[in-house]
């Protein structure tokens, strides 16, 4: 099923680059930004809630994404904006945790991965149900 033309669509680039993409590269830049201190050492209020902050952050960056697809794109599949925004997630997620490796301090965690491909495909799933859909058209 394919998304009808976004409305945004008939706006310049540079507006729907700040309105579409400029958010998506934001987050890219806290998250990176985040990811290049050391980590405090700092008691949880429950167990895994860095895995909780992980699954959130990406879940974001999907959802962003695949906003941000369904505007410049009106004509793409539902099915391939919600894989590319999931996909384009989960590799940040992995480049992220690469990144991690060589900060002291930091390590690089599958579980993390885990929890940053999995909100990847939440937030990109969540895009696509019809409450957002019909705020977006």
């Known amino acids: 099923m394919t998304l009808p033309p976004h409305p945004d669509r008939q706006r310049p680039f540079r507006v729907r680059l700040c309105f579409y993409w400029l958010p998506v590269l934001a987050l890219c830049t806290a998250i990176f930004w985040q990811s290049a201190f050391p980590s405090l050492a700092t008691p949880s209020l429950f167990p895994h809630q860095d895995k909780l902050l992980h699954l959130a952050a990406y879940a974001l960056l999907a959802f962003l994404t695949a906003r941000a697809l369904a505007c410049e794109r009106p004509g793409m599949p539902r099915k391939t904006i919600w894989v590319l925004a999931a ?39 969540a895009y696509q149900n019809p409450v957002f859909m019909q705020k977006e058209r």
Do not use: N
């Open 87 to 125: 996909l384009f997630a989960a590799g940040y997620g992995l480049s992220d945790e690469i990144h991690q490796a060589f900060v002291p301090g930091r390590c690089a965690e599958i579980a993390d991965f885990a929890a940053d491909a999995l909100g990847g495909m939440s937030g990109a799933w």
